[in-house]
């Protein structure tokens, strides 16, 4: 994955983009989503290209970024060009299977709560003069296996008395860390807790790191009905 300086805003193109076999491809993720969510890159330039506008399409949230969102099942491959200093980077493809069954009101996706956290901590390092850090969509399976650990055994240690990070691939990170929250109800007080305590802040605020995923769960009859994760790394 690139690592990028800066922040932008995002641009977008929706047009068929290949004309060669898709197996012949070489992906950097392969993913399985259900239809009703959404993917992209807050806090980017970037522009995407779908190979199938039945499947996905292009949708614009009220943070101001765009979004790929998934509307009906099949496989679709999404291109993804980053842009810095008014050039562009090689182009980036994800292969999805998009399932059916849309998510239901207490599901939450990389479009929605999760992009926001992923915004607001973007905005906090800019503040301080750090690089924004880049969505890794390879461990959002692990954001959301840690955030439905820890709305039943609220800890850095997983259930099965292993640290957090065995949850991530041996040998897919140089530096981890972990931001645990609970009882926010929305992304900005979960940002706002997690900055007024000093170690949090201090995984927020650092340099080690270039990556995020983020988790999130509702779990209505717990203690704290809100559950939040944020998993940092740098390959």
Request: glycine share 8%; charged share 25%.
């Amino acid at each position: 994955m690139k690592h990028l300086q800066g922040i932008f805003i995002c641009l977008v193109t929706i047009f068929s983009f290949f004309s060669s076999s898709a197996a012949a491809m070489e992906y950097e993720d392969e993913l399985t989503k259900v239809t009703g969510t959404n993917w992209g890159f807050p806090g980017y330039q970037v522009t995407y290209t779908i190979s199938d506008e039945k499947i996905a399409e292009i949708v614009k949230k009220k943070d101001g970024n765009l979004y790929v969102h998934f509307i009906q099942p099949g496989d679709v491959t999404i291109g993804v060009i980053f842009h810095q200093n008014g050039e562009a980077l090689p182009p980036e493809y994800y292969l999805f299977h998009i399932k059916g069954n849309a998510v239901d009101d207490t599901s939450f996706d990389w479009g929605t709560f999760a992009g926001d956290i992923i915004r607001l901590t973007n905005e906090e390092r800019k503040k301080a003069g750090l690089p924004p850090l880049k969505p890794a969509f390879d461990l959002s399976e692990a954001a959301l296996i840690r955030v439905h650990e820890a709305s039943e055994y609220y800890s850095h240690e997983r259930p099965d008395g292993t640290g957090f990070e065995t949850v991530m691939e041996e040998g897919s990170y140089k530096t981890v860390g972990e931001n645990l929250q609970a009882g926010a109800a929305t992304p900005e007080e979960a940002i706002r807790q997690w900055m007024n305590s000093p170690t949090h802040r201090e995984n927020i605020l650092s340099y080690a790191y270039d990556e995020i995923a983020v988790g999130y769960v509702y779990v209505p009859d717990s203690r704290y009905h809100h559950y939040w994760v944020q998993l940092f790394r740098r390959k």
